[in-house]
């Protein structure tokens, strides 16, 4: 599957993906591991509020995972074989929000022969706006 | 238990070792597991990861592995905290329904910071012939005081 020659020019916007948050998405991503029988923030209501949350927290890597699948749906095969995301929590996200993720191309260099490495900053932002998560995306095309 | 509750009865923060092995978690991730990841856990059916995939069978998504953290920092008991604060992971190639691999995490840097200690746990996914296929380093906030 090729890749779109505009995905891979400085300043393009990914397509975002979005999510709205409920308790049974966190408890489907973080009450999956196997062995681990801990009432976390992310599934406890208690739990969270021990910590003066006033809901269930989303799971810092699940929002990671929303702008994994941004990427994803953008650079396919590239994605999977040669990518890296880096990325940093600053808001958490509370069951109910809705988590949107963004990126831009904002640089391309030559790696080999044909070969370039993207550089895309990768953000995700709550339904009011602000950021959540702050990182950057590199992908060789 | 509750998060708080195994925070508690955790081993103390100043005891852990740069450089040692958290844990090692040979699994594969069964075909009904990575459908069920992708479907409910991430809300991402792509046919790749149910059907097929032009690497010759259905993968998992890396993405998978971001959250591996949480069920290796248990193995030692070591504190869990409450918010990861940074995460990143280097894809290096597909891993298949099923497919043997080895989660290995290490302790990369255990600081103090503001005063508050921070875990820099890494890592890596391996297949059987050794070759790594994930790589990634996650930051844990290991104490917080309750509200």
């Known amino acids: 599957m090729s890749i779109e020659p505009k995905a891979t020019e400085v300043g393009f916007d990914l397509p975002p993906v979005v999510k709205k948050i409920n308790p049974e998405l966190l408890r489907n991503y973080s009450n999956r591991y196997p062995g681990v029988f801990i009432k976390t923030i992310h599934v406890d209501k208690e739990a969270a509020g021990s910590w003066g949350f006033p809901d269930l927290v989303l799971q810092g890597s699940q929002t990671m995972n929303f702008a994994a699948e941004m990427l994803f749906k953008v650079y396919r095969e590239n994605w999977i074989n040669d990518s890296n995301l880096n990325v940093k929590f600053i808001k958490p996200v509370f069951n109910g929000q809705t988590v949107v993720t963004r990126g831009k191309i904002t640089d391309k260099t030559e790696e080999s022969e044909g070969k370039f490495r993207l550089k895309i900053d990768v953000w995700a932002e709550n339904q009011s706006g602000e950021k959540v998560m702050v990182g950057e995306a590199g992908v060789v095309v | ?147």
């Open chain 2, 1 to 147: 238990m509750n998060q708080a509750e195994y925070n508690k009865q955790s081993v103390d923060w100043r005891t852990i070792k740069e450089g040692s092995v958290v844990g090692v978690l040979a699994y594969g991730v069964p075909h009904t597991d990575a459908i069920h990841y992708a479907k409910e856990a991430i809300l991402d059916p792509d046919p790749w990861y149910i059907n097929d995939s032009p690497f010759g069978g259905p993968i998992v998504p890396p993405g998978y592995f971001y959250g591996e953290y949480l069920r290796l920092v248990v193995i030692p008991n070591y504190p869990m905290g409450v918010l990861n604060s940074q995460l990143s992971f280097e894809s290096k190639g597909p891993v298949f329904h099923g497919e043997p691999i080895a989660v290995t995490g290490t302790v990369d840097r255990i600081y103090e910071k503001r005063g508050r200690p921070y875990l820099d746990l890494g890592i890596s996914v391996k297949k059987n012939d050794g070759r790594e296929v994930g790589r990634g380093v996650v930051t844990i906030l290991l104490n917080l005081e309750e509200g």
